[in-house]
């Protein structure tokens, strides 16, 4: 099958059957965060399951995640790291760009699942609202999940780390694991997707509480140490 066909099929199969899943998702809403997390890597473990046996894309990870609360932060290239990340998260709350939350009933799913949204050219006064829903999330037990640079770049563009990032570091006091991804290899963002083994390396966690520009610096060298 060449890789343009498993696309295709890739996309009737994921994107037709996520229709009607995020049209139930008012249900396990309901129900409460925890009903709407377990739907939520139930929906992930789908598009695991069609990257495997359509896309022929499996996931090598090295390293492993704490196993109490930390910061996140992470290199992305594609969709494919963040559902990856959400179950091997168990389940983090998750910067959200604004726009993404704006879409009809998905963003509203999303904000009960407890996203953080953030406007990425926030004023001051709207970085501080994503430093209370974080400081809340990690109130809750969970830990946080943020895409440091911004936005899903292509492999090798080694953009700045976003300055909201450095306010989480400060408000959470958390350590930071680092998580190195190179998906945009297999999977661009035009084109048809490629087979083969997408990794995630998680880095060494850094602590809490150092000096801004020393915790930047090793944090962007850590997730870009794959590119």
Do not use: C
Request: charged fraction near 20%.
């Amino acid at each position: 099958m060449t890789a343009w066909l498993r696309t295709i099929v890739f996309r009737a199969v994921f994107y037709g059957l996520s229709v009607p899943i995020v049209l139930a998702v008012p249900v396990p809403a309901l129900l409460g965060q925890r009903a709407l997390i377990g739907y939520a890597h139930r929906w992930a473990r789908l598009h695991r399951w069609a990257a495997r046996h359509i896309l022929g894309i499996t996931v090598r990870v090295e390293g492993a995640p704490l196993a109490g609360q930390a910061l996140y932060a992470a290199k992305h290239h594609s969709m494919f790291e963040t559902t990856e990340l959400a179950i091997l998260l168990h389940g983090p709350a998750v910067v959200l760009k604004r726009e993404l939350a704006r879409i009809p009933l998905w963003g509203w799913a999303a904000r009960r699942y407890g996203a953080i949204v953030v406007d990425r050219e926030a004023s001051a006064g709207a970085l501080r609202g994503m430093m209370r829903e974080a400081e809340a999330a990690r109130g809750t037990g969970r830990s946080v999940l943020i895409y440091p640079e911004g936005t899903r770049v292509a492999p090798g563009e080694q953009p700045p780390l976003r300055s909201g990032f450095a306010g989480l570091y400060r408000a959470l006091a958390l350590p930071t694991v680092p998580i190195a991804v190179d998906s945009g290899r297999l999977w661009p963002r035009h084109g048809p997707r490629q087979a083969g083994v997408v990794t995630l390396r998680f880095g060494e966690p850094i602590p809490a509480g150092l000096p801004r520009r020393q915790m930047e610096e090793q944090v962007h060298r850590a997730i870009n140490a794959l590119e």
